[in-house]
């Protein structure tokens, strides 16, 4: 069966300083990763996606996330944030069989 | 194209009262899912079909019941509401299996009574 746990529900940051957002997921079989973001009253899109390949995964808006097998981590980041990234953050994982299973979320919030 | 739309958006209901809510996508995806979000909860996984005419349960299946006859749509039957069904509901779908990106709709916001 998998699993993912976001560590942090929420995170606070001031504007132009850099985020981590902690993603760990645990899995018996090879696995995908994903993080969705969601803005308020929006549906979720996605940020990035590692299937295979290099460990460091680059998505939209600066964010970049990276790979960690012997960890069973995939922590997403960005060295400088911006108010527009106010957002609810979730890390997904799937075995790539039928279904994808998400994170509790992490709410990000930047003050100014 | 219009993506993924849900109707409707808001909508309350009394317990014991029925209700469908309707996914539409319009590109050409096989598979399509049906979550519901709550609080501190993230998403959690209710029905998902892997084509026309397939359906399959999730994580919380009970209490729902979801069709798709066509493959652009996808169905989530609420025969008879309660207070825990309360949530934001969330249809997504995607080109293959779930190591595709998942394009999500816009949510549709129920509250049972």
């Known amino acids: 069966a998998q699993s993912v746990t976001q560590l942090d529900s929420q995170v606070p940051v001031f504007e132009e300083a850099p985020v981590e957002l902690r993603c760990n997921y645990s899995?018996?079989?090879?696995?995908?990763l994903f993080w969705y973001v969601q803005y308020p009253n929006q549906g979720l899109q996605l940020l990035l996606k590692y299937l295979s390949g290099s460990t460091l995964v680059k998505g939209i808006n600066g964010f970049e996330a990276e790979f960690n097998k012997s960890q069973t981590s995939f922590h997403l980041r960005k060295p400088s944030v911006h108010i527009s990234d106010t957002a609810e953050y979730f890390c997904?994982?799937?075995?790539?069989?039928?279904?994808?299973?998400f994170g509790s979320g992490t709410r990000l919030s930047i003050r100014p | 194209n219009a993506g993924v739309t849900q109707t409707p958006k808001f909508r309350v209901l009394k317990t014991g009262q029925s209700m469908t809510l309707l996914c539409a996508q319009d590109?050409?995806?096989?598979?399509m899912y049906w979550y519901r979000q709550d609080p501190g909860m993230g998403l959690r996984l209710i029905h998902y079909?892997?084509?026309?005419?397939?359906?399959a349960k999730g994580e919380v299946p009970d209490g729902y019941n979801v069709s798709r006859l066509k493959k652009q749509n996808f169905l989530l039957g609420l025969e008879s509401a309660a207070p825990s069904q309360t949530s934001v509901y969330f249809c997504?779908?995607?080109?293959?299996?779930?190591?595709?990106?998942?394009?999500f709709g816009p949510g549709t916001r129920l509250t049972v009574l």
């Open positions: 997504a779908s995607s080109y293959e299996g779930p190591y595709n990106e998942q394009f």
């Open positions: 590109m050409n995806h096989e598979y």
């Open positions: 997904a994982v799937s075995d790539g069989a039928s279904k994808i299973i």
């Open positions: 079909s892997v084509g026309e005419g397939t359906t």
């Open positions: 899995s018996s079989v090879s696995v995908y």
